[in-house]
């Protein structure tokens, strides 16, 4: 990480202005911790705000030119961030990444599976929706889903691109958004299927 005490923010931008690539390292390893704390908090996963982050460095890259010209670098930067999430949210759908984030916390909460009829009827629901998934996608869902593989081990062990696993669980997530709210009304899609969708995958898994 870079020294804070000797980061001189100015020389760095006038040096990125001029296409040194060391100047950008430096800028990078000043901020990175702080946009990627930044992103989380707009994403709500680590693995999407990486990724968020690698975007809005690629666009100070490109922009490159106009940063001398920047009065106030830091609020510039946040603002670039925020954007970057926001298009984000809005692509994937703001909810597709709630449903993975927030079954991820309350998996292992019992209280919201003691109706047995409730937790039938949502199994056989995450049951049909996965069967709808294209092989892969179905694939890299339950590796991600069940067995807790990041998007790095899941692209290594199938000899595919982490963007590409990133595309399959967006899509799929997607599906299981869509068919909530088609199948079970919007209020009831919103909040039950994320709270049995991971116990549902692996149990389907298992008796597979």
């Known amino acids: 990480m870079t020294d804070q005490k000797i980061y001189d923010e100015r020389r760095v931008l006038l040096e990125l202005?001029?296409?040194d690539e060391q100047?950008?390292?430096?800028?990078?390893?000043?901020?990175?911790?702080?946009?990627l704390n930044l992103v989380v908090k707009y994403v709500k996963s680590v693995e999407l705000a990486k990724?968020?982050?690698?975007?809005?460095?690629?666009?100070?890259w490109e922009k490159r030119d106009t940063l001398p010209d920047i009065q106030y670098f830091q609020a510039y930067l946040f603002q670039v961030a925020r954007h970057e999430s926001i298009n984000l949210l809005r692509a994937a759908g703001r909810s597709d990444i709630a449903?993975?984030?927030?079954?991820?916390?309350?998996?292992?909460?019992?209280?919201?599976?003691?109706?047995?009829?409730?937790?039938?009827?949502?199994?056989?629901?995450?049951?049909?929706?996965?069967?709808?998934?294209?092989?892969?996608?179905?694939?890299?869902?339950?590796l991600c889903r069940e067995q807790g593989?990041?998007?790095?081990?899941?692209?290594?062990?199938?000899?595919?691109?982490?963007?590409?696993?990133?595309?399959?669980?967006?899509?799929?997530?997607?599906k299981f958004r869509d068919a909530a709210e088609n199948e079970l009304g919007s209020s009831l899609g919103l909040i039950l299927p994320?709270?049995?969708?991971?116990?549902?995958?692996?149990?389907?898994s298992r008796h597979k």
């Open 99 to 142: 449903k993975g984030e927030i079954a991820r916390h309350f998996q292992d909460n019992p209280g919201f599976f003691d109706d047995e009829t409730l937790q039938r009827d949502y199994r056989s629901f995450i049951r049909r929706t996965l069967e709808t998934l294209p092989p892969r996608s179905r694939e890299i869902f339950l």
């Open 23 to 35: 100047a950008y390292k430096e800028l990078y390893l000043h901020y990175e911790n702080a946009i």
């Open 149 to 174: 593989k990041t998007y790095e081990e899941v692209a290594a062990a199938l000899g595919i691109s982490r963007n590409n696993v990133r595309n399959h669980m967006v899509a799929s997530l997607r």
């Open 194 to 204: 994320i709270l049995t969708l991971l116990r549902a995958a692996s149990d389907i």
């Open 17 to 19: 202005a001029a296409g």
């Open 51 to 60: 990724d968020v982050s690698q975007d809005v460095f690629i666009k100070i």
